[in-house]
């Protein structure tokens, strides 16, 4: 399984490459590969997936009206390389699953990271249920002792804590204007 992660972004933030690290580190090098990215570090091409010649292609799009699971044979899954907002403004649908006519799945009607998707998505593809996965809807970063950050996401919990892009939350610290 190949998992195509098409960079959306008008650059590589740093917020975007602490998870496209995450996603190498979840799948292996040889499983990722980021498009419309020319990056040194990552497995990139400048590429959009509509110019490779991918096949099996599935889109995983919050707004997909069936859920991924292990039966579903696809040799690629795409993801928008987007960082979230919200309310979600629909633009993987906008922005890959209706230019590329592809197949589309959704990981559930919440709104995770690409990273937390991908996360979620290898699990299922590997036979995993949802229903094994522990989630928190929202979750709160201390960066001060008087300031906190509210990510509006839902996020995978690995023994009651978030998993979250290595280096993340240092990178929130150190971010001025919340
Ligand atoms: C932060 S989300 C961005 C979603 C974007 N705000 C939108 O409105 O479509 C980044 C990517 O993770 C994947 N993703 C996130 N949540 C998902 C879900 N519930 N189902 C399927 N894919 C999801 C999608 O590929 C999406 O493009």
Redesign the pocket.
Known sequence: MRYVIEH?EPRLFKWCLLEYRHIVSIVGKENALFTNLASKELPSTKDRVKDLDLKHVC??????RKT?SASDKFENL????????AP???????E?TMPLAAES??????????D???YV?KHLMGGGKLSELSFQDTITIEISDSESVELP??YVMIGGIPLLPPCLVEYLKSRKGF
């Open positions: 959306l889109v995983l799009d919050p707004y997909a991924l795409i993801f928008g390389g987007i960082l979230g907002d979600m403004q629909g633009r993987t649908t906008r890959l799945r959704n990981l559930g009607k919440y709104q995770f990271s690409t937390t998707a991908v998505a996401f839902r």
